[in-house]
């Protein structure tokens, strides 16, 4: 069988968010509400830890597997983490960090990249706060139910709670949690949206590890070289219309609406070889957030791929043209390819439905030369 690899986007953010997530005791079936102010009041944790797990992602007949081991110690106020991800075909990973600075190499590779933990957790906020906002994002659309007091994982002791959306019509994922009664740590999650399943497993858990501290040093041939995230030439920035006009080098659609202000748009030059960019326009409701409307120009690789959509999105038809969606709690996507551009409307207020996006898009009009 084919094994890919399969890129997570997203949905791995939710992963990496919830691996060292807190649960709470529950012998009994809790409300939503009581679930949620549980993970927030009986958070745990454990000051050591060794943990392997598997993620194994299956979209039809293709599976892709990634195993990531864990070392993880408390030290006061201080947390160091090593984490080391390989998936088949792909290079090994090393992320190394002490709560402080964040080192990344992947093998082979001739530089590794330096993070601020700083400024990534004012960004992520907490683990508590982020199972706290899951939870809370899912609770309108999904029933968050208790399956049993107890249950063994891998011969750990685990709650098992499941979430399942209300409105079955609607594309939405199901999700299954296992959390370590000893410890609060997912020991297994699986989830399912549409034909795409995922689950992630602890396989390997030690308490009480021994743990030289060296372990969180990343020992670098003498040429790599260390590269600072936020010196990086990423080709993002910020540019004017008429900028926009000469990278995309023909008429393009935008919001012309008086509701609609523009505040800024980005570029950011995906490939430069086969001169592939992507413009994203941010536009407010009300002096807040609203939508971002993303143009992006390819050269080569989406003529083959024009009429594909993946397992997570729904087909329609957007201003005449074959389009498709992606309707998750608190994200909307649409997206169509007009006139030799791809197009999407992302939201960025919640709430936002796609038939609302489709009157966006039906709005748009063609910004041209000398306008």
Known sequence: MKRPIIKVGALMVLILGLLFVKAC???????????IDNVIKENKGTSAYYKEMSINIQVGEEIGETIIKEWYSLDGQKEYRRIESESE????????????????????????TVVNMSDFA??????YEQVFKFLEGHKK????????PKVEINGRSAFHIVLEPKDKEKLSDKQSLWIDQETWI???????????????????????????YDLFTLNLPDDIQLIDIDDMETGLREIDIEEAMSYIDSDFLY??????????IFLVELDREFRRIELTFEYFTEGSPYINLSIIRDEKIFEDNIESITPTEDALVVRGQNGSFIELDSFTR??????GLSYAISTVKPGITVEELIGIAEELTYYSVGL
């Open 141 to 148: 659309s999904h029933n968050i139910i208790q399956k049993s």
């Open 186 to 212: 997912i020991l297994k999650m699986h989830t399912e949206i549409e034909e795409m399943t995922m689950t992630l497993e602890v396989t390997e858990f030690d308490l009480t590890p021994t743990i030289e």
């Open 122 to 127: 004012i960004e992520m906020g907490t683990e």
């Open 25 to 35: 005791t529950m012998e009994k079936t809790y409300s939503a509400d009581e679930i």
């Open 334 to 339: 649409l997206n169509w390819r007009e006139n």
């Open 255 to 264: 919001a012309s609406s008086e509701d609609l202000i523009l505040n800024r």
């Open 89 to 112: 075909g792909s290079p090994i990973t090393y992320t190394v960090s002490d709560g402080q600075q964040s080192i990344t190499y992947v093998e082979g590779s001739n530089e590794a």
